[in-house]
T-cell receptor, first 112, second 112 residues
Framework: EDQVTQSPEALRLQEGESSSLNCSYT??????LFWYRQDPGKGPEFLFT???AGEEKEKERLKATLTKKESFLHITAPKPEDSATYLC?????????????FGTGTKLQVIP | NAGVTQTPKFRVLKTGQSMTLLCAQDMNHEYMYWYRQDPGMGLRLIHYSVGEGTTAKGEVPDGYNVSRLKKQNFLLGLESAAPSQTSVYFCASSYGLANEQFFGPGTRLTVL
């Protein structure tokens, strides 16, 4: 059975204190791994897609990386506005069935 | 460009009542999805559609029906609501199966 596990469940950082969020997965065949940001009371907002091990993508203070077993979302010098829940999701092969499995998220709080 | 919109934002039902949630997107996306989000469980796919006039079951379809009569709209129906259907419902759309999904703001449903 496909599984996606995110850790930690919650993370509290001081402004400027860099850290990483983890998304580990066990799937039969990875088609793509997605990172989303979700603010309270809102729908998830797309951040990145990673397709193959070794791939990296960056956006402002965020950098996502992918290995064969896990993905990391690195946050460099975070600001209070980075506070949100970060979700990862994996899409598996075969693609005939729409199978995207979401993790339960990491709730990040950045304190000024 | 409104993106993905959902109606209503909040709703309270009594057990056994019926209702329809409306999702609309203005991005000309082929794929549309309905998810539910419950604490500690992540987003779970209820039903999805790969184009106008098509629908398919997701991970947790029981108790729900859907229709996609127009490309821009995707309706989620509850014929006889149960307390277990208390949740936050998100609609999403995507250009293709392997592309990122764009989410609506959600509908918070409480079934008493």
């Amino acid at each position: 059975e496909d599984q996606v596990t995110q850790s930690p469940e919650a993370l509290r950082l001081q402004e400027g204190e860099s850290s990483s969020l983890n998304c580990s997965y066990t799937v039969s065949g990875l088609r793509g791994l997605f990172w989303y940001r979700q603010d309270p009371g809102k729908g998830p907002e797309f951040l990145f897609t990673l397709y193959s091990a070794g791939e990296e993508k960056e956006k402002e203070r965020l950098k996502a990386t992918l290995t064969k077993k896990e993905s990391f979302l690195h946050i460099t010098a975070p600001k209070p506005e980075d506070s949100a829940t970060y979700l990862c999701a994996v899409q598996v092969l075969p693609g005939g069935y729409q199978k995207v499995t979401f993790g339960t998220g990491t709730k990040l709080q950045v304190i000024p | 460009n409104a993106g993905v919109t959902q109606t209503p934002k909040f709703r309270v039902l009594k057990t056994g009542q019926s209702m329809t949630l409306l999702c609309a997107q203005d991005m000309n996306h082929e794929y549309m999805y309905w998810y539910r989000q419950d604490p500690g469980m992540g987003l779970r796919l209820i039903h999805y559609s790969v184009g106008e006039g098509t629908t398919a079951k997701g991970e947790v379809p029981d108790g729900y029906n859907v229709s996609r009569l127009k490309k821009q709209n995707f309706l989620l129906g509850l014929e006889s609501a149960a307390p277990s259907q208390t949740s936050v419902y998100f609609c999403a759309s995507s250009y293709g199966l392997a592309n990122e999904q764009f989410f609506g703001p959600g509908t918070r449903l409480t079934v008493l």
